[in-house]
């Protein structure tokens, strides 16, 4: 079912163009009272919320979200402030109850346009480029889209350095070390059984190493000690110094 925006002049609806947007779609409240605060917020003579109606993002101010969590939500309390609505509310037509004029609208015909539920406004689209009814709605709507776009690409630069780490595995490294012939087949089937441990926990401060750990590095040293070399000093991997790694790993 087609999820429209229910304030006066929103077209909103719910689609891909809006979700790219970032406009999200909220219900009115159970709680009897904030429900009626909300349908007077709106201004729309004789609206009652039914339980499909909802509103859209854009008539809430951006400190109304709490978006901490996977899903966008409004905070306890929140009521719809941000409207572009007429200088007076929107009034039904007057009836007129004299048996001519009765005779004269029931000889009309019916226009199906016009019989629109008033949950389910159509959509127009020509609103995609409506601005906020103020100055400083629109600076607050495009604060919030440039947070946004700062925050995806935080998480895309935290992607992309995860994934080159998840790269740094002793398996990856051990292949070329065997390439280069700084390791034989037998050093690296030894250090086979350490191939999934992850090289940069050997950087991380105060990082207490593991049994894996302890022994993939004594191996190498040991046993590899021109590969240990190699890796330590051209590839600049956070392995001990030579002189302080027993005290290290101790």
Avoid at 133 to 153: F, G
Avoid at 178 to 203: A, G, T, V, Y
Avoid at 209 to 221: A, G, S
Wanted: glycine share 4%.
């Amino acid at each position: 079912m087609p999820v429209f925006c229910a304030a006066y002049g929103c077209n909103n609806r719910r689609s891909v163009l809006t979700k790219s947007r970032g406009i999200t779609f909220h219900k009115f409240p159970s709680d009897k009272g904030l429900r009626r605060q909300w349908e007077a917020a709106l201004r729309r003579e004789g609206f009652v919320a039914s339980e499909s109606s909802k509103l859209c993002s854009e008539h809430f101010k951006p400190g109304d979200f709490d978006r901490t969590g996977q899903i966008v939500r409004l905070r306890d309390g929140t009521t719809p402030s941000v409207f572009n609505l007429p200088c007076h509310p929107q009034r039904p037509v007057g009836t007129r109850n004299t048996n001519t004029s009765r005779e004269a609208e029931e000889s009309q015909p019916l226009d199906l346009s016009l019989r629109v539920p008033e949950s389910e406004p159509q959509p127009n689209d020509d609103h995609s480029y409506a601005l906020p009814d103020s100055p400083s709605h629109l600076k607050a709507r495009l604060s919030e889209a440039l947070a946004r776009v700062q925050s995806l690409e935080r998480e895309k630069e935290n992607a992309i350095a995860r994934e080159r780490r998840a790269k740094k595995t002793v398996k990856s490294l051990l292949e070329d070390l065997r390439e280069k012939n700084l390791i034989n087949e037998e050093l690296k089937e030894r250090l086979d059984s350490h191939s999934d441990l992850q090289i940069d926990l050997f950087s991380k401060q105060d990082h207490e190493y593991t049994k894996d750990q302890r022994e993939f590095v004594l191996t190498l040293h040991l046993h590899g000690p021109k590969a240990y070399s190699y890796l330590r000093d051209s590839l600049h991997l956070p392995l001990p110094h030579p002189h302080t790694l027993q005290r290290r790993l101790e």
